[in-house]
């Protein structure tokens, strides 16, 4: 029998962590038909790659995106299947678009995840003919797919379809009886047309959109324990998954979670549990001696199984003005962030009783636990209509000056338009030593890409070419820290089996969703800054990856959709590679 694709003399990685092979893998009807150390029959053969000197390994899986609102406008999803990315999970952090109306979906969604609302509201009115989890994942299924996609249900969106938006966001307002076995149902329901299970979000820092309640924080850092307890109890029958964030004011709520994952003596099953999110932060720098020895003593005293989602490169982050999430630490951030229009928002940051407030609690905030590091001395203006600024930090202007770094910061905004003032800063996995540390601790997940998300603030679509670039420089220096087994492995089939995914491995039988890798192209180009225009959201302009050498070539079942960077005609379009991928479809965990 012939073959549709052949992949020829690569170093061949399964995704279980076994010692990788030379081998020839030839795929038939979706799946891997044969794995060969000799050569293949190549009669008929549709299409050959040439692997020698390359890895073939399976397609990464990236566990935390945000493409909900893309996947309808541009379901190849290309920007993470250029890099080998072959699944995506959607509805993260308690953001959905299953059950709430597109007006309720898109406030929850375009502020926290710096979407342009008018292009969510757009898709929304425009593809969502769903109002049940079944309807939801048959629409996703029969779109033109590039990547397998598969989903959990947020916890905002099922709070809100059930309360509305408005009680779902109001301080006291709490479900009754009736609206929680309707919540409970709801999930239930979701959960039987295979989703993989439940994201929440119990940080309060994430705010609406939209004119009605806007800047109030997301509804589901508005539920009890009570409430968020019920629903837990549905995923532990279900044996399913949530993925949620603690309250980073409250560390100690962290301790809930490990609780409610926890079998309690034996008295119930355990709730596999991911949370956001494990990294060497500069405004925490002890956290991770925390993450890795507090997670593992936890979970083998409670029994529980939880783990911390982490982003395996350097978290840089890029802001036009103060267009940054992490401004809604600060009350006046969030203030100056409510105001949508220009004129508006810079009478505001010019404001002296303003700054006054904003000063006050700048400074207060570096005393407790936060998301940034508040240095405006590491804090660097890339982009400024006074180009005598450009490269200098925020707080060297400030010492030129004698002023407070933030008077500095907001004086530049003021002066030369807030949005037309791009600055870049470091905020997390900085110090290499304990980045590589962190990419071997087994309670830690390799995810948090924010794919489809924050659009002009980061790009870490290709984090898993970054990492085995970091383990195979590490191997060469003779300093290393995984193997490249084991790097390909947290990749890939590791989050698989947490998630209960049907993907991860490239074994005989398994679907052929692949990547070949040009190690000899994985260079200083992965670290790369490009923007690039998105049609589908006006034009916006994005940042992105660019290292296309690296990825010969990207295959989803069974086909070559993408060669260095460039994909197949229809893609997207009119050709499906893709599918729904359902969590009872899973046979392997």
């Not at 020698?52 to 996947?71: C, K, L, N, Q, R």
């Not at 299953?98 to 710096?114: G, N, P, T």
């Not at 508005?222 to 560390?251: C, H, M, Y």
């Not at 692949?514 to 998105?534: K, N």
């Amino acid at each position: 029998m012939t073959y549709d694709v052949i992949i020829r003399d690569g170093l061949w990685f399964d995704g279980t962590g076994r010692p990788a092979q030379t081998c020839t893998l030839g795929i038939r009807d979706g799946v891997v038909a044969d794995v060969s150390p000799g050569p293949l029959d190549e009669t008929g053969c549709r299409e050959v790659i040439d692997a020698s000197g390359m890895w073939i390994v399976p397609g990464f899986i990236d566990v935390h995106t945000h493409y909900d609102a893309e996947v309808l406008l541009n379901p190849g999803l290309p920007e993470s299947v250029r890099h080998g990315v072959t699944t995506v999970l959607l509805g993260n952090c308690s953001l959905s678009t299953i059950y709430a109306d597109a007006e309720d979906a898109a406030d929850l969604f375009s502020r926290v995840e710096a979407v342009p609302r008018e292009f969510v509201v757009g898709a929304l009115h425009a593809k969502k003919n769903w109002s049940t989890a079944a309807e939801y994942v048959k629409a996703l299924d029969e779109l033109p797919l590039g990547p397998n996609v598969s989903s959990l249900l947020g916890h905002s969106d099922l709070r809100t379809a059930v309360l509305g938006l408005g009680r779902a966001t109001e301080d006291g307002v709490t479900p009754t009886n009736t609206e929680l076995d309707r919540m409970v149902s709801l999930l239930g329901e979701a959960l039987d047309a295979g989703l993989l299970g439940m994201s929440g979000m119990d940080a309060a820092i994430d705010k609406l959109d939209g004119d009605r309640y806007r800047s109030r924080a997301l509804p589901s850092t508005f539920a009890t324990w009570r409430e968020r307890r019920k629903l837990i109890s549905v995923l532990r029958e279900r044996g399913r998954i949530l993925q949620s964030a603690p309250d980073v004011a409250n560390p100690a709520s962290a301790l809930l979670f490990f609780l409610s994952s926890s079998p309690m003596l034996g008295l119930r099953k355990p709730v596999r549990m991911s949370l956001l999110v494990s990294a060497d932060a500069k405004s925490m720098p002890g956290a991770t001696r925390v993450f890795g020895l507090g997670t593992r003593v936890l979970n083998a005293v409670l029994g529980s199984r939880v783990r911390f989602q982490h982003l395996p490169v350097p978290f840089e982050l890029y802001s036009d003005g103060i267009d940054l999430p992490v401004f809604e630490e600060f009350g006046a951030g969030t203030a100056a962030l409510h105001l949508r229009d220009q004129l508006q928002r810079n009478a505001l940051l010019a404001d002296l009783h303003y700054r006054r407030e904003f000063r006050r609690e700048f400074d207060r905030k570096k005393l407790g636990p936060t998301l940034w590091h508040r240095d405006f001395h590491d804090a660097v203006i890339v982009d400024c209509p006074d180009k005598t600024l450009v490269g200098k930090s925020f707080g060297a202007i400030a010492d030129e000056r004698g002023l407070h770094p933030l008077d500095a910061f907001l004086d530049v905004l003021v002066d030369n338009g807030e949005r037309n003032v791009r600055w870049t800063t470091t905020v997390a996995n900085h110090r290499p030593k304990l980045l590589d540390r962190l990419a071997t601790e087994p309670t830690v997940h390799m995810g948090f890409s924010d794919a489809g998300a924050h659009l002009r603030n980061m790009a870490f679509y290709n984090f898993a070419l970054r990492l085995l670039k970091r383990v195979r420089d590490a191997g060469q220096a003779k300093t290393p820290f995984l193997s490249l087994e084991q790097a390909v492995y947290r990749l890939t089939g590791e989050l698989a089996a947490w998630f209960g995914l049907d993907a991860g491995t490239l074994r005989q039988g398994d679907r052929a969703d692949f990547a070949v890798i040009d190690p000899a192209a994985l260079d200083d180009s992965v670290d790369g800054y490009h923007e690039e225009a998105v049609p589908f959201y006006g034009d916006l302009r994005r940042l992105v990856n660019r290292n296309d050498a690296a990825v010969v070539a990207t295959g989803v079942g069974g086909v070559v959709v993408c060669r260095h960077g460039c994909f197949r005609d229809g893609y997207g379009k009119t050709l499906k590679s893709g599918r729904f991928l359902r969590a009872h479809q899973s046979q392997r965990f």
